[in-house]
């Protein structure tokens, strides 16, 4: 079992910058890919970033592309999210989640984008970005 806490939303100017952290419980989450989703009012949820279990490899969006970063300390059981150059269009309530697993031998954009692939979530944190 795997409990993930989000911390680090908030308000923000549209150009600024927050750091998205998603603290793990649990002695197994460095054997676990992370990601970020978010989603917005009357949206469908949507996949942000993931990086591998080593932190080896990380998947972004096109629309944070460049602009957010994702990265773990594995020995703090943390991942962290974080977002610069922040738009309106970023705003929304960013979940991380665990996947992948050991003994899932998925791999590829596909499978770290997709929710499916994801066994734990945290509830989520507010991201309010003002123009």
């Known amino acids: 079992q795997v409990q993930l806490v989000e911390s680090g939303g908030g308000l923000v100017q549209a150009g600024g910058s927050l750091r998205l952290s998603c603290a793990a419980s649990?002695?197994?989450?460095?054997?676990?890919?992370m990601g970020w989703f978010r989603q917005a009012p009357g949206k469908e949820r949507e996949f942000v970033a993931a990086?591998?279990?080593?932190?080896?490899?990380?998947y972004f969006d096109d629309s944070v592309k460049g602009r957010f970063t994702i990265s773990r300390d594995n020995v703090k059981n943390t991942v962290y999210l974080q977002m610069n150059s922040l738009k309106s269009q970023d705003m929304a309530v960013y979940s991380c989640a665990a996947g992948l697993g050991p003994g899932n031998y998925c791999s590829g954009y596909g499978c770290y984008a997709g929710p499916l692939s994801y066994d734990y979530w945290g509830q989520g944190t507010q991201v309010t970005v003002s123009s």
């Open positions: 649990g002695r197994t989450f460095s054997r676990y890919a």
């Open positions: 990086i591998s279990w080593d932190g080896g490899v990380t």
